[in-house]
């Protein structure tokens, strides 16, 4: 069955998947598109939304709710009074991971729909979404409901008649962007850390894949979760994820992505708050987002440098062209205390 807002989409999808024998699953209900804010299903400020497309076919499932700057600080607003004034960080562990753990019955329960579900937002295949994705997130929820009533601090020994201890918080609200390709099995890694440890969360799934953490949101409010500890924000990354990131509302940012990915988002709140930077040395002003890290002096990286130096070898790939006039000559320099040939046989200009 098909809801009866995105039915055109689902139909299209059904029919290219039974034309070309690939349509392994029963299309399922499409009921949650719109963000997920303090417990309730809500329409974007703006009124946009975007489509979120079969990959095997390119046809559309449905319309999602596209949030953006002013809907990121609606959820993180809902986020931090939920953890402010809520219920949820001042639970027992025990209490959190028994509402965790029915959440997890509650995934596993509803395995098949939820596995449909990814494999026609993902163009995964039923067998992988129903083993590995589903199965992990309830995996994920599981293990950390049962940690939930395990997070305890240390006594220290201390001199005199003092007493030491170390003492283990909820940190506040986390702001969490996940990928594509592991959406059920990303959202409990992420999410399930955090609600066992008190914190309330904001979280923004891929613009290509955000149907799976709509339907989360819905089982955690089942299962218990108060209102505004877990809210869900569709969007664009240079838009919601932006926002997010640089939101200064957020204690602590948890990503998912490869370096350029993960880049956007850091940039614009670089942007923002530290617009120029001046290099050492340098007579011009450069963007502080533009700056290059720095060479590794620790670890395996630096390993690898001092090993090419050690040899002999220049770590330059491209060779300086010789021009008229120029000799070659051997540059000598202490590597580790020794006195050892470097660039053996490089070009070396003159003037």
């Known amino acids: 069955m098909v809801s009866e807002s995105n039915r055109g989409g689902a139909d299209r999808t059904t029919a290219a998947g039974e034309e070309r024998g690939q349509l392994l699953f029963d299309v399922p209900e499409i009921r949650f598109t719109k963000l997920f804010i303090n417990g309730s299903f809500v329409d974007a400020v703006s ?24 809907d990121v600080d609606l959820a993180v607003r809902a986020a931090r009074a939920a953890f402010d004034h809520g219920e949820w960080p001042r639970m027992s562990g025990s ?45 994920s929820l599981r293990y950390f409901a049962g940690a939930a009533d395990k997070i305890h601090g240390e006594t220290l020994k201390m001199p005199g008649q003092f007493q030491g201890h170390t003492l283990r918080e909820p ?8 990928p594509w390709n592991f959406p059920s099995t990303m959202f409990a890694v992420k999410v399930a850390p955090a609600l066992a440890a008190g914190c309330a969360l904001v979280v923004k799934p891929a613009e290509q894949t955000p149907l799976s953490a709509l339907y989360l949101a819905q089982l955690a409010k089942q299962a218990g979760v108060p209102d505004g500890v877990i809210n869900v924000v569709p969007g664009f990354g240079p838009t919601a994820g932006a926002a997010l990131a640089s939101h200064m509302d957020v204690d602590m940012a948890s990503e ?18 530290q617009p120029e930077a001046r290099l050492p040395g340098a007579g011009r002003q450069v963007p502080a987002h533009r700056l290059r890290r720095r060479r590794p002096r ?12 050690q040899q002999g070898r220049g770590l330059r790939r491209r060779e300086p062209r010789l021009r008229a006039g120029t000799r070659l000559r051997q540059v000598r320099g202490e590597v580790g205390g020794e006195d050892e040939e470097l660039g053996r046989g490089r070009p070396v200009q003159r003037p």
């Open 95 to 139: 209490e959190r991971g028994r509402i965790m753990a029915r959440l997890a019955d509650l995934v596993e329960e509803r395995a098949d729909e939820l596995a449909a579900l990814e494999s026609l937002d993902a163009g995964k295949h039923p067998a992988v979404t129903r083993a590995v994705d589903v199965g992990n997130a309830a995996g």
């Open 47 to 70: 009124g946009r939304t975007f489509e979120t497309r079969d990959p095997r076919t390119g046809g559309v499932i449905a319309s999602v709710a596209e949030a953006d700057k002013e």
């Open 298 to 309: 620790h670890g395996r990286g630096a390993r690898r440098r001092r090993q090419l130096l």
């Open 171 to 178: 940190l506040g609200v986390a702001g969490v962007i996940i």
């Open 256 to 273: 998912f992505h490869r370096i350029h990915g993960g880049r956007a988002p850091h940039n614009e709140g670089l942007r923002g708050e």
